[in-house]
């Protein structure tokens, strides 16, 4: 089946080591987004990738850096992890333009812990 | 810019019942869509329902039905004959200029 696929499910990572969380997907969606959800919140857009072209949202901190080196995969690094960083991470995929609205199919997440 | 606001942050219904969430929004696009997302305790966000703003007829999709009233920039979510496995947090979600708006969600609990 075609999904979405966020690698580790669970990390644990120290204050200030950097730390990568991986997403790849498998529907050859063009558009791949990474979301920040902290516990009962919405989440929160980071960036985005459309193909290539990178979007980053305005309050994302330079902390989080993506890097999309090819449709399948995107990455998001966290250069200096800090314990307000600890959150549910979220990958979604779209596929734009399209005949109809831009759903967004998401991976299972990435939980970081900071310790 | 464009808000969506979920004013009941829990609910609840007896299996086999009906419940409707609420659901507001604003938004200064012409052309957007709306969506319910649910998001089951550790499992992934899945699509539920889907309206084109275009659309006057109200999207349906199974047991799960929206009540889209432009006008009143209103969006409820109408679960009938509620299962154990609709047990989940549901966000309401807007799209427009490229990017998804959620609400802030309504933890939805299954009685027995």
């Known amino acids: 089946d075609a999904m979405v696929i966020q690698n580790p499910r669970y990390q644990v990572t120290q204050f200030g080591k950097p730390v990568t969380l991986s997403c790849s997907q498998t529907l050859n969606h063009n558009v791949m987004y990474w979301y920040q959800q902290k516990s009962s919140q919405a989440p929160k857009l980071l960036f985005h990738?459309?193909?290539?072209?990178?979007?980053n949202e305005a309050d994302t901190p330079d902390n989080f850096q993506s890097r999309r080196p090819n449709t399948s995969f995107c990455f998001l690094d966290i250069r200096s992890p800090g314990l307000g960083d600890a959150a549910m991470y979220l990958c979604?995929?779209?596929?734009?333009?399209?005949?109809?609205?831009?759903?967004?199919?998401f991976g299972p997440g990435t939980r970081l812990t900071v310790t | 810019a464009q808000t969506v606001t979920q004013s009941q942050p829990e609910m609840s219904v007896q299996e086999a019942e009906t419940v409707t969430l609420s659901c507001t929004y604003d938004?200064?696009?012409?052309?957007?869509?709306l969506f319910w997302y649910k998001q089951p305790p550790s499992r992934q966000m899945i699509l539920v329902i889907r309206?084109?703003?275009?659309?006057?007829q109200n999207a349906t999709e199974n047991r799960f039905s929206v009540n889209f009233q432009k006008a009143a920039k209103s969006f409820s979510l109408k679960i009938s004959d509620s299962q154990l496995g609709d047990a989940a947090m549901y966000f309401c979600?807007?799209?427009?200029?490229?990017?998804?708006?959620f609400g802030t969600g309504t933890r939805l609990t299954i009685i027995p």
């Open positions: 979604a995929t779209s596929n734009a333009p399209t005949g109809f609205a831009y759903e967004q199919y």
């Open positions: 309206q084109e703003a275009y659309k006057q």
């Open positions: 990738y459309y193909d290539k072209d990178f979007n």
């Open positions: 938004t200064s696009e012409s052309d957007y869509y």
């Open positions: 979600v807007s799209f427009g200029n490229e990017k998804l708006t």
